[in-house]
């Protein structure tokens, strides 16, 4: 099933953040703590260790002064989330280097201004783990958390790092709508589903912007991924990437 989106905003308005807070549940902190702890001291992926490490000593030449966090990437958000944003992966230079997913690259410049405008951000831009961000109602992550080369994880990597996203939305139990951000992360997440004993549709769900379909107790919702290459050609609008997140709202019962 399909939407289209016909609601047209003034994108720049700054929107204050809702007041949405979920009760503080210290077992769920502890367990998401613990979790990210064992994300980040991850190492299972031989050729993916080489890789970001590889990038964080070579480095890219505006960076040249920069420590590389060069580690997995753990995902970040709002623990009473309702809406789980899914991408593919760090960037070499972006998350790789600062340790915030979508953080320090044009991607995620994208991606933080739209939530930031749509109501689940504090503030337009990401810029380092200790920049004053908070988001509410959202929670960010991708399938595998380490940046590839290339940008293209091999099969076994994102299978031995999906667990770890199912855990995510184990704790994350408020989650009702997955925001797949491209075609990698619409797959991973029909495996999550699989992976959390919910039969997939048949035929099989096709990816695409605006896709959505029900399974289980939670809603996938397609969205072009905020890449250079969409957002640069028009693939990928500021009005698309906002409906997408508006409509993500109302099925989570967040307006």
């Known amino acids: 099933m399909r939407w ?22 210290p077992g769920r902190d502890r367990a998401l703590a613990t979790l990210e702890r064992e994300v980040v001291g991850c190492r299972r992926c031989p050729r993916l260790v080489a890789w970001r490490e590889q990038v964080a000593q070579t480095k890219r030449a505006a960076f040249a002064q920069q420590t590389y966090w060069a580690r997995p990437v753990p995902g970040f958000g709002d623990p009473g ?5 899914l991408g593919l992966a760090p960037a070499a230079h972006g998350a790789n ?3 915030r997913i979508f953080t320090g690259d ?7 201004a739209a939530l930031w405008r749509t109501g689940f951000a504090n503030q337009p831009q990401s810029l380092a783990r200790d920049d004053g961000l908070r988001l509410r109602g959202c929670w960010i992550t991708a399938a595998v958390r380490c940046a590839p080369p290339a940008n293209r994880p091999t099969p076994q990597e994102r299978d031995r790092c999906l667990p770890y996203t199912a855990r995510e939305l184990e704790l994350l139990d408020g989650v009702s709508v997955l925001v797949c951000l491209g075609a990698y992360a619409w797959d991973a997440a029909l495996r999550l589903a699989a992976a959390g004993g919910d039969d997939r549709p048949r035929p099989r769900p096709r ?5 959505e379909v029900r399974i289980g107790a939670r809603t996938l919702l397609g969205c072009f991924h905020p890449s250079q290459q969409n957002t640069f050609t028009g693939v990928l609008t500021e009005e698309m990437t906002d409906a997408v997140l508006r409509h993500a709202r109302e099925l989570a019962g967040l307006d």
């Open 207 to 211: 990816f695409g912007h605006g896709a």
């Open 81 to 85: 989330a309702r809406v789980m944003l």
């Open 106 to 112: 044009r991607s995620g410049d994208w991606l933080f």
């Open 4 to 25: 289209a989106a016909t609601h047209r905003q003034s994108l720049r308005q700054n929107r204050p953040v809702p007041a949405h807070r979920a009760a503080p549940r």
């Open 97 to 99: 280097r600062t340790g």
